[in-house]
């Protein structure tokens, strides 16, 4: 047990970098590192510990939260968090001086993601087509309801309340859980990347500890329900996503002011240098999905030699 802590650490580092960035799931990461269905039992077992607990039933709670693994999900909570707390500096920073190469970026990793989402659906009916595309354009005219000055965008995500943390928390944290889609790119659509990058930076406890609460209430409500719905309605489900995903790229289109709009305009500054960042972008998704097939196709046959040998 003490002999994986050093690699359950390095595993979150890896899922809190990609976690960080809107665009690339922590949830991709983890099945890429072959721990998403470890991962996805403890979130389970320690959502049902904060039903029971709920519910004053103590001998449910403690039974619930043996299943935790917690020499693993502890580690892997350090990682995460330590990505955090490195990377969110440097990509406020860039956010602010880079805004339509950021935004192209973002864009390259979503839509790499919406591909590999697509790829992972295993009805692609009229039904699940209909549902992507009506989803997508009822983001991408929803989005464009909002669309709002320099000013007021800034003046929206510096200064959230502390309720619209909490909230962000909630929400965020079930896409977070979810392969192909990123919670950081949830934060965007929600007008709150900047502000929970911001309360990172300057370490505001309180702004950060609301946000906090917020995804341990989001996977105590939701986990459950996520889980059913991904087991009884798996393709419906995928192919909503896909559709938010696709249509929320609008908020993600370069110009003007980078993420900081939803308004629509025509390529102006920074035109190649956003070209090459969306599409290197793009194809780094595409290698890590591929990595990650590669991986799961290696770890199968050494089962099956396994089996074979015994």
């Known amino acids: 047990m003490l002999r994986e802590i050093p690699f359950s650490i390095v595993r979150g580092f890896l899922m809190g970098a990609a976690d960080i960035v809107p665009?690339?799931?922590?949830?991709?990461?983890?099945?890429?590192?072959?721990?998403?269905?470890?991962?996805l039992a403890s979130i389970r077992a320690g959502s049902s510990a904060l039903g029971s607990l709920v519910r004053l039933d103590f001998d449910e709670t403690k039974t619930r939260l043996?299943?935790?693994?917690?020499?693993f999900l502890?580690?892997?909570?350090?990682?995460?968090?330590?990505?955090?707390?490195?990377?969110?500096?440097?990509?406020?920073?860039?956010?602010?001086?880079?805004?339509?190469?950021?935004?192209?970026?973002?864009?390259?990793?979503?839509?790499?993601?919406?591909?590999?989402?697509?790829?992972?659906?295993?009805?692609?009916?009229?039904k699940r087509i209909a549902i992507m595309f009506g989803v997508g354009i009822a983001v991408f005219?929803?989005?464009?309801?909002?669309?709002?000055?320099?000013?007021?965008?800034?003046?929206?995500?510096?200064?959230?309340?502390?309720?619209?943390?909490?909230a962000a928390g909630a929400i965020a944290i079930c896409a977070m859980i979810l392969p192909g889609i990123s919670g950081s790119f949830i934060l965007v659509i929600?007008?709150?990347?900047?502000?929970?990058?911001?309360?990172?930076?300057?370490?505001?406890?309180?702004?950060?500890?609301?946000?906090t609460l917020g995804t341990i209430v989001g996977l105590a409500l939701f986990a459950q329900i996520l889980h059913?719905?991904?087991r009884d309605h798996y393709n419906t489900v995928m192919a909503a996503l896909i559709g938010l995903m696709i249509g929320s790229l609008?908020?993600?289109?370069?110009?003007?002011?980078?993420?900081?709009?939803?308004?629509?305009?025509?390529?102006?500054?920074?035109?190649?240098q956003a070209v090459v960042a969306a599409v290197v972008?793009?194809?780094v998704v595409l290698g890590i999905e591929a990595f990650g097939r590669r991986m799961s196709h290696r770890s199968t046959a050494d089962e099956v030699g396994e089996l074979t040998a015994d």
């Open 281 to 283: 972008a793009f194809l």
């Open 23 to 39: 665009g690339v799931s922590g949830g991709t990461i983890a099945l890429v590192l072959g721990i998403y269905e470890r991962l």
């Open 141 to 166: 005219l929803l989005l464009g309801l909002t669309e709002s000055t320099s000013a007021e965008t800034a003046s929206q995500i510096g200064e959230p309340a502390l309720w619209a943390f909490f």
């Open 66 to 71: 043996g299943e935790v693994e917690w020499g």
């Open 190 to 211: 929600l007008g709150m990347y900047a502000a929970v990058l911001a309360a990172v930076t300057d370490r505001d406890f309180l702004s950060l500890g609301v946000f």
């Open 228 to 230: 059913r719905a991904l």
């Open 74 to 126: 502890l580690p892997l909570g350090a990682g995460i968090l330590i990505a955090i707390a490195s990377l969110a500096s440097a990509l406020q920073r860039l956010l602010r001086d880079y805004p339509e190469v950021m935004a192209a970026l973002f864009l390259g990793l979503v839509a790499g993601s919406a591909l590999i989402a697509w790829k992972l659906l295993t009805v692609r009916d009229t």
């Open 250 to 272: 609008r908020v993600l289109w370069p110009w003007p002011l980078g993420v900081d709009s939803t308004a629509l305009e025509a390529p102006g500054e920074y035109l190649p």
